[in-house]
């Protein structure tokens, strides 16, 4: 059975900084490319960030560019979402997801966790 377990949401004011971390198991994590999509009340679920196998490649969406890392241990099976700079608008339920292709579509992830809420005051 393959489960995502995402942690380190939470509350932060504007301009702060969370670390969200995203744990695998039952899949062969490596093989995997790992995604961070976020959903806002009212709106579509969207891609934030992706990183491929090795780490070779990895993609941002350009609201998040230069603020957000992404990062993974394939050791720990575990990818982490580091967010600075946080903006009101940064505020969704995120979610972590794996895919044996490379992607942005949400449609494509095979996995899915359950979410961490992150919230950003003004």
């Known amino acids: 059975q393959v489960r995502l377990v995402e942690s380190g949401g939470g509350l932060v004011q504007a301009g702060g900084s969370l670390r969200l971390s995203c744990a695998a198991s039952?899949?062969?994590?490596?093989?995997?490319?790992m995604g961070w999509f976020r959903q806002a009340p009212g709106k579509e679920r969207e891609f934030v960030a992706s990183?491929?196998?090795?780490?070779?490649?990895?993609y941002f969406a350009d609201s998040v560019k230069s603020r957000f890392t992404i990062s993974r241990d394939n050791a720990k099976n575990t990818v982490y979402l580091q967010m600075n700079s946080l903006k009101p608008e940064d505020t969704a339920v995120y979610y972590c997801?794996?895919?044996?292709?490379?992607?942005?579509?949400?449609?494509?992830?095979?996995?899915w966790g359950q979410g961490t809420q992150v919230t950003v005051s003004s």
């Open positions: 997801a794996a895919d044996r292709t490379v992607g942005r579509n949400p449609t494509s992830y095979d996995y």
């Open positions: 990183i491929t196998t090795s780490s070779r490649y990895i």
């Open positions: 039952g899949l062969t994590f490596s093989t995997y490319t």
